[in-house]
């Protein structure tokens, strides 16, 4: 098997899978007359702190899983992945753009890449030494048939997940991949000088957990020292490749880190200063603002030649670069947004640039992007079906790497006056748009400031009257939401949008569908159902089409993990619902057995967070709209004789800010948000709530304060993390579901293990409010792995309630 780092060489490779058309944005001739004067001003200074990986057409991610299923090899997935590279790095050439990033591509995820990097690689993978190839690689990342994959969680604030690095005193740092040496090597064969990017050795042992086995208090920090020998060896060949800058991203300052973590830095990058000599270093910081003792720390690193900010979601580390910026270094200007789509004001950047300009020097101010755009859209000319006047308002992934360049320009004097000015009127034309603002709504939305919407009764009495309504076991199984979705479903989909198939036919089809599922879920002896969500693409974009104020793209995905994409909603104006959404299905599941059936909803928070959400205002107003919105869905469920809904909120601890001092208004008025959605409806009705890969320890009362009857939570990838809060005295009185298998990996867990997995959560949890279930919907998998993952799960529960029954 070739390794991860063993590239195909680039010589005439086609690119037709990923090359753009030959029109843009801007119609043809504006088009060819833009790109040939940016060409001609490349020397400005412009820098993109990285770019999406997966394709305008997520070609990477079709030619990924075709490998992972055996029907492609890995020297096919290589040449995939080179020519992506090679487009993207061209695409940023012929832009305009000075300093270009390499190593941002990866074929899962850039600190599994450091991990990769520097061989940390824990035992049960059986990796030996030598180059880390892709058998190594994917079984750390998906798991395989006898080893489960290593924990996921959330980048920072984000909807990307990275795999987490596992550390103990013992790791044996060793140089185990070559890919970020071989990808700066392949964009100079293309005639491009790249910046390297890896991610830093301090934010790389910041985001890393100990590994199994482990105390928790072992300090991550103590590596350092062993870390940096292959940080060194890096360093030195990416010199002698021909390096004249490199990138190394330290996001975790914009945390509220400690004093000792923050002389950790300073020590770091003392310790490369000899091994940097000779290079220019620019260490990004992105996703808020740089705290005041952080700024003071990162300015003052020796071997840095420039700093980056986020001067975006940074606001205040504007007045922190004019109260002092260190003489004759670069500031990287991160003015266009990398986490959303709306179309950079760029008079309004060019002023904040002309301000820098005169605190830090004409020849050092460098106008980039606030954190790389993995975080955005691809590229908006493939977006043909977008209504055109929200179309002029947006700018993705290719057209940002324009606005960059646009403003390096216009800072050294060389104004696109035509391009300004189509900004301006695209400006213009939203502010007075009629389509964004509904008073009725905006009036709805500011009177729930008056009271906290909580249910009447308190949930243990809930509780009570839902166990005599529902007649459930003890430890009730259950599932998530989603089943899989097959290539069949997904052509019927297809077909009905496409207005190939008729609505009866349509219906038809998911009615066999539901049927099918439920059917299964009754053999597997499943206590509550769910009806599989068949008509559902995904589930924000589903509510999303189903609610004014949303517009949607057709190819704007955005890469969550791994292959997984998806494809966030855009919202631009006032939301509501204009009818019922899901009553229809619900009620259709329902009366094909007599087991409770979930209504399944997705919650306004995580509606929001996995959203392109409109930042003409602030996000708690748009929050709380699509809280309204929710309400009445749950009331007509409720109606309808659905006496359990579900309500997931899988992304607010993903929205939590990274700034301490600004997470209790955000949880205040997003756990707020989530009440006012099930505030009136009866006792007997049960509300569940879900979430996904997080740490949620930090804000358990925050979950408690939702007043959900049952909340199942991420815990089988994480080795019981969750748990731990309960181990350390807090009282949980709802129902309680832990993740007992990770549905995220193909790996199809034993009955004896599910069990043992229960067993360590009834050491901390009572037996009469726990819940089994797995991690998340089971949409990615297959049904080969679903009905025995299932299977065993449900015999797991059967068994414990045996041994349980057997003690009394």
Not at 276 to 281: C, E, K, Q, R, Y
Not at 486 to 513: F, N, P, Q
Not at 700 to 717: G, K, L, T, Y
Request: aromatic content about 8%; overall charge neutral; some cysteine.
């Amino acid at each position: 098997m070739r390794h991860i780092s063993a590239l195909p060489s680039l010589t005439a490779s086609s690119l037709a899978l990923v090359s753009r058309p030959s029109s843009s944005l801007f119609p043809s001739p504006a088009t060819n007359r833009l790109a040939r004067f940016h060409f001609r001003l490349r020397t400005m200074a412009s820098h993109i702190v990285g770019y999406p990986r997966m394709g305008p057409k997520r070609e990477l991610k079709f030619s990924l899983e075709s490998f992972w299923d055996g029907k492609s090899s890995a020297e096919e997935l290589q040449k995939v992945a080179a020519d992506l590279r090679s487009s993207i790095w061209k695409q940023m050439a012929d832009a305009g753009i000075k300093y270009i990033p390499s190593n941002t591509f990866s074929y899962y995820d850039q600190v599994l890449d450091t991990t990769a990097m520097v061989g940390a690689v824990p035992p049960r993978y059986g990796w030996n030494g030598g180059e880390i190839g892709f058998d190594v690689y994917f079984s750390m990342a998906r798991g395989n048939a006898s080893v489960p994959a290593k924990e996921m969680t959330k980048w920072f604030d984000t909807n990307y997940h990275y795999i987490v690095p596992e550390l103990g005193p013992d790791v044996k740092f060793s140089y185990a991949s070559h890919k970020a040496v071989n990808e700066f090597k392949e964009a100079k064969a293309l005639g491009i000088e790249s910046i390297p990017v890896l991610v830093g050795p301090v934010s790389y042992l910041l985001l890393s957990k100990p590994a199994k086995g482990i105390e928790k208090s072992f300090s991550l920090l103590s590596l350092v020292e062993n870390i940096l020998p292959v940080y060194k060896e890096v360093v030195a060949e990416l010199k002698s490749a021909g390096a004249s800058w490199i990138q190394f991203d330290e996001p975790t300052l914009v945390m509220d880190l400690e004093s000792h973590k923050l002389q950790a830095f300073t020590h770091a990058y003392s310790e490369l200063e000899s091994s940097l000599s000779g290079l220019n270093v620019v260490i990004e910081t992105y996703f808020a603002d740089v705290p005041v003792e952080a700024y003071k720390t990162l300015i003052a690193l020796k071997g840095v030649t420039g700093f980056g900010f986020d001067l975006v979601r940074g606001t205040r580390t504007l007045d922190l670069i004019k109260s002092g910026f260190p003489s004759g270094k670069h500031l990287f200007a991160g003015v266009v947004d990398g986490r959303n789509i709306w179309a950079n004001d760029l008079a309004a950047s060019l002023n904040t640039l002309q301000a820098l300009e005169g605190i830090v020097g004409k020849e050092k101010i460098v106008v980039s992007t606030s954190c790389s755009l993995l975080h955005t859209a691809v590229d908006l000319v493939y977006e043909t079906k977008l209504d055109k006047e929200i179309k002029s308002w947006l700018a993705f992934a290719a057209q940002k790497v324009d606005e960059v360049n646009a403003l390096a320009n216009a800072l050294s004097g060389q104004k696109d006056e035509a391009f300004f000015s189509a900004n301006a009127a695209a400006h213009a034309s939203r502010k007075s748009s009629p389509r964004v603002t509904n008073e009725a709504v905006q009036k709805a939305a500011a009177a729930l400031m008056g009271s906290d919407h909580r249910r009447a009764t308190n949930v243990s009495a809930r509780l009570d009257a839902q166990r005599k309504k529902l007649n459930l076991p003890i430890l009730p199984t259950t599932t998530l939401g989603s089943f899989p979705q097959t290539m069949e479903l997904r052509k019927v989909r297809r077909e009905y949008k496409a207005r190939k198939i008729s609505e009866d036919e349509y219906v038809k089809a998911i009615e066999e569908e539901i049927n099918k599922v439920v059917k299964l879920q009754e053999e597997l002896d499943i206590d509550v159902l769910v009806h599989g969500e068949p008509e559902r693409n995904d589930m924000v974009e589903y509510f999303g089409e189903q609610l004014s104020g949303f517009a949607f793209t057709v190819n704007g995905w955005v890469q969550s993990y791994g292959s997984r994409c998806v494809k966030p909603p855009i919202i631009y104006g006032d939301v509501s619902r204009p009818e019922a959404m899901t009553v229809f299905w619900s009620s259709m599941a329902q009366s094909m057995t007599s087991r409770p059936m979930k209504g399944m909803l997705t919650g306004p928070v995580t509606i929001l967070n996995w959203s392109f959400v409109r930042n003409d205002q602030p996000r708690f107003e748009t929050c709380y709209q699509i809280a309204l919105a929710i309400k009445n869905e749950v009331e007509d469920l409720e109606k309808a004789g659905i006496n359990v809904i579900q309500i997931d909120e899988a992304a607010l601890r993903e929205g939590l800010p990274l700034r301490k001092s600004e997470q209790a208004f955000y949880l205040d008025w997003a756990v707020h948000s989530f009440r006012i959605t099930n505030c009136g409806v009866k006792d007997t009705s049960q509300i569940h709530t879900h979430m996904c890969y997080s740490n949620f320890n930090d804000i358990i009362r925050s979950i408690i304060d939702m007043d959900a009857d049952v909340i199942s939570i991420e815990n089988s990838r994480s080795d019981e993390k969750l748990l731990s809060v309960f181990r350390e005295g807090v009282k949980y009185g709802a129902g309680i579901g832990p993740g007992v298998y990770d549905i995220h990996s193909p790996r199809i867990p034993s009955t004896e293990e599910i069990a043992d997995r229960v067993n360590k959560m009834l050491a901390v949890l009572e037996s009469n409010i726990l819940w089994v279930n797995p991690d998340c919907g089971l949409k990615t998998r297959k049904y080969g792995e679903v009905k025995p993952a299932l299977s065993n799960m449900v015999a797991a529960a059967k068994l414990l309630r045996t041994q349980l029954a057997s003690t009394k």
